[in-house]
Structures are given as structure tokens and as C-alpha cells.
């Protein structure tokens, strides 16, 4: 963020290498995916193995995990590449979040030291595409109401079922399917080329767009005995996976948010009205204002959350916190500061209308913002409103 621009100097906050990561993270942005975004966001259509390469040499894939060709990075580091990505477009965000901390976290938590070997090195070079299959057509917020199933047929599995909404699933070369079994439920680390898996890319989407989403259909997908995840049983293993995916959206969000008002800034300070720039209007500053304190609360809130993380004190709640707070908080913004460039707010020249929308869609997945009040008050009160 220009200097100008952070008003509470979050930056004071950061290591030194927090700063430098955060700024490799930024020149990629900028030079490798800024000039094409629009294209890809009005087309529907992204190259997302180009992407995951560019991605991958640049060793953002994956980066807060250690070994098997991954960086290593700390949880803040992380959140701030993520911020970076999600102020160009928050669809490049989802990929590099599904591929490293839905993906790629979960085999390098649960799975065995042959899934490691097999995947996770292709995985952070961006030669091997990843994605998760939790959520289903009728169960996101209840995904221990999963219908897909796998079965023991002698020493191999057998799943049927399908996912819904699940980015990168029909591009990709590598999906952690997660199903009941007559053990709980399950993780299941499965290549897409097996005979009776299936993606559909979903079409006419009016959100997420510079984003790859998709149907995932299992027909007797028959895998070894060994394909499934050892390291974990019930919903613990894909629970934790999200949490790591909404700690970076708590940071990822701030990105578009600050995008959006940066644009605001600018603008308000070079259109003209009544003979003067349109920020010199009190009503105007009034709006950049309350966005600028909120912005840099969101960000305060994500690097304190980042080093909760790193200490390894952090809790479910105070993630969840953080994704309502943030996601909540940049919405907001992207709406005032459409208000502030007028119709123009509306154009393609600028980023804010796009991320608005965008933001509907980060607003509601990995949790909606119910079920994020609802792990709260169960903190708060130790009393459960979920069934």
C-alpha cells in the first residue's frame, strides 16, 4: 500500500523479511497477472496452469509449508502474499489458497509420506494442479451431511458421490476428496484421470470469475488401499484445512479492500466538480475516512491474528472472527467507494465494481458469515446453536 495510504503504519508491525516477501509477492501481481485480470474476469476463462507455474517459480505455492520443494514461510508472510493477490483479484487468491492450504495442507498433514513424495513437489512448482472436494450440491454448511461415499471392495476403495462449487476441480490433475466410510469420514487423495471422475466447469457465473469453478462427479472411481489420507478420521481433517484457507482470506480481504480504496483516493483527488477535485467535498472525505480506519483496523486484526499463529495459540474462533470481521469490512468498502467514483464505478477501467462482486462470493464461502457468528457464540456461551 502507498505510505500515504497507511494511515495507523501497519508496516511498522512487519519483520523485515514480512516486508520483503510481501513485496515479491507484490511485483508478481503487478507485472505477471495486473494486465490481464480484466480480460480474464470478462472472458469467464484463466489459464491456470500458466498461472500455478509463474506462481510456482516464483515460491508462493504452498509457501507457509516446509519441505518437499515448499518455502517455509511464517503465517503472516503468508497472509500478506495473500492480501497481494486478492487486491488484484480475489479469483487468483482462490487458486493459490486451494493449491497451498486446502490442497496441498491436507496431504501434507494427513498424508503419507508417499503422497508427499508424489505430489507435493509438482504441487509447489505449479506443475500439478490441486483442488478440495468437500462441499456438495445440498451440503456446504453441514458437510457431515455428505452423500458421497466410499466403500471397501477387497483391498481397494470405491467412491460415489459429487462435489459442487469447487475450485480448479475440472483443470485439475490432483483432488483431496473427502467422504463418508463406514469409519467416519475420510480424506481420499485422488488423481484425475481415474476412470469415473468427472469435472464440469460451472458457467454464467456473475462473481468470481477470473476463477476456474466446477462440478465434480464420481462414478465408481476405484483407488488403491492406499489412496486414502492415514492421518486423520472425521471432520477434523477438512475443518482444519478451512481454517488454514479463512486465515488467508482474513488477510486476502484486506487486499481487494485496500485496492478499492486506493482507487477511491485517487479518484477523489483528480475528478473535478463544482471546480474543484471531488475529494475537497466534506461528505467525500467522510467516506475515505471511516474506509481508511476500517481497512487499517482489518489489517491491525490480520497481523495480530498472524502472530497468534505463529505462536501457535490461535483457535478456531478468533479465525473465525477475523473472516467476519475482514470479508464484512472490504465489502463495505468496495461499496463506498463505487459511491465515490459514480458511474465510473461501474467501469471495467477500474477494479472496484469486480471486486465488489467478488466479494459477495468471499463473504459466504469457506463459511458463511451465520456460520461464522454461530462458532462464536458457541465460544462465548459453550452452548452449541448449530443443531
Known amino acids: 500500500m502507498d505510505s500515504r495510504h497507511d494511515l495507523l503504519n501497519v508496516d511498522h508491525l512487519l519483520t523485515e523479511e514480512e516486508r520483503a516477501i510481501r513485496d515479491t509477492a507484490r511485483r508478481f501481481a503487478h507485472d505477471a497477472l495486473a494486465p490481464h485480470v480484466m480480460e480474464w474476469s470478462?472472458?469467464?476463462?484463466?489459464?491456470?496452469?500458466?498461472?500455478?507455474?509463474?506462481?510456482?517459480?516464483?515460491?508462493?505455492?504452498?509457501?507457509?509449508?516446509?519441505?518437499?520443494?515448499?518455502a517455509g514461510v511464517g503465517p503472516t508472510a503468508y497472509g500478506l502474499a495473500s492480501a497481494e493477490l486478492e487486491a488484484i483479484d480475489s479469483g487468483l487468491r482462490s487458486l493459490f489458497s486451494v493449491q497451498g492450504s486446502l490442497a496441498m495442507y491436507s496431504i501434507h498433514a494427513y498424508g503419507s509420506e508417499?503422497?508427499?513424495?508424489?505430489?507435493?513437489?509438482?504441487?509447489?512448482?505449479?506443475?500439478?494442479?490441486?483442488?478440495?472436494?468437500?462441499?456438495?450440491?445440498?451440503?456446504?454448511?453441514?458437510?457431515?451431511?455428505?452423500r458421497t461415499r466410499a466403500r471397501r471392495d477387497g483391498d481397494d476403495w470405491v467412491?460415489?458421490?459429487?462435489?459442487?462449487?469447487?475450485?480448479?476441480?475440472?483443470?485439475?490433475?490432483?483432488?483431496?476428496i473427502w467422504?463418508?466410510?463406514?469409519?467416519?469420514?475420510?480424506?481420499?487423495?485422488?488423481?484425475?484421470?481415474?476412470?469415473?471422475?468427472?469435472?464440469?466447469?460451472?458457467?454464467?457465473?456473475?462473481?468470481?470469475?477470473?476463477?476456474?469453478?466446477?462440478?465434480?462427479?464420481?462414478?465408481?472411481?476405484?483407488?488403491?488401499?492406499?489412496?486414502?489420507?492415514?492421518?486423520?478420521t472425521g471432520l477434523r481433517g477438512p475443518l482444519s484445512a478451512l481454517n488454514e484457507a479463512r486465515f488467508g482470506?482474513?488477510?486476502?480481504?484486506?487486499?481487494?479492500?485496500?485496492?478499492?480504496?486506493?482507487?477511491?483516493?485517487?479518484?477523489?483527488?483528480?475528478?473535478?466538480?463544482?471546480?474543484?477535485?471531488?475529494?475537497?467535498?466534506?461528505?467525500?472525505?467522510?467516506?475515505?475516512?471511516?474506509?481508511s480506519v476500517a481497512h487499517g483496523t482489518a489489517l491491525l486484526l490480520s497481523v495480530h491474528l498472524g502472530r497468534l499463529k505463529e505462536a501457535g495459540t490461535i483457535t478456531p474462533a478468533q479465525v473465525s472472527a477475523g473472516k467476519l470481521n475482514n470479508t464484512r469490512v472490504a465489502i463495505d468498502i468496495a461499496r463506498t467507494a463505487r459511491t465515490?467514483?459514480?458511474?465510473?464505478?461501474?467501469?471495467?477501467?477500474?477494479?472496484?465494481?469486480?471486486?465488489?462482486?467478488?466479494?459477495?462470493?468471499?463473504?459466504?464461502?469457506?463459511?458463511?458469515?451465520?456460520?461464522?457468528?454461530l462458532t462464536i457464540g458457541r465460544e462465548l456461551t459453550g452452548l452449541s446453536a448449530f443443531a
Open 159 to 176: 467412491l460415489n458421490g459429487s462435489k459442487m462449487w469447487i475450485t480448479n476441480g475440472s483443470v485439475a490433475d490432483v483432488v483431496v
Open 249 to 291: 482470506i482474513i488477510f486476502g480481504s484486506t487486499g481487494a479492500a485496500r485496492s478499492c480504496l486506493e482507487a477511491a483516493i485517487d479518484y477523489a483527488t483528480t475528478r473535478i466538480q463544482f471546480d474543484k477535485p471531488i475529494g475537497a467535498f466534506q461528505l467525500t472525505q467522510a467516506k475515505l475516512a471511516d474506509m
Open 340 to 373: 465515490i467514483l459514480g458511474a465510473n464505478g461501474i467501469s471495467g477501467e477500474y477494479a472496484v465494481m469486480r471486486h465488489a462482486n467478488n466479494l459477495e462470493s468471499v463473504l459466504t464461502y469457506e463459511g458463511t458469515a451465520e456460520i461464522h457468528q
Open 114 to 146: 508417499e503422497h508427499k513424495q508424489q505430489w507435493l513437489p509438482g504441487m509447489a512448482a505449479g506443475d500439478f494442479i490441486g483442488a478440495f472436494g468437500l462441499t456438495e450440491p445440498d451440503h456446504g454448511s453441514n458437510p457431515n451431511g455428505m
Open 42 to 70: 470478462e472472458s469467464g476463462e484463466l489459464p491456470v496452469r500458466d498461472i500455478a507455474k509463474q506462481m510456482g517459480s516464483t515460491g508462493l505455492l504452498g509457501m507457509h509449508l516446509t519441505g518437499y520443494g515448499c
Open 179 to 232: 467422504a463418508q466410510t463406514d469409519d467416519k469420514i475420510r480424506g481420499f487423495v485422488v488423481p484425475t484421470d481415474t476412470p469415473g471422475f468427472s469435472g464440469r466447469a460451472i458457467k454464467h457465473k456473475m462473481s468470481m470469475r477470473a476463477s476456474v469453478t466446477s462440478e465434480i462427479t464420481l462414478e465408481d472411481v476405484r483407488l488403491p488401499g492406499d489412496a486414502v489420507l492415514p492421518g486423520v
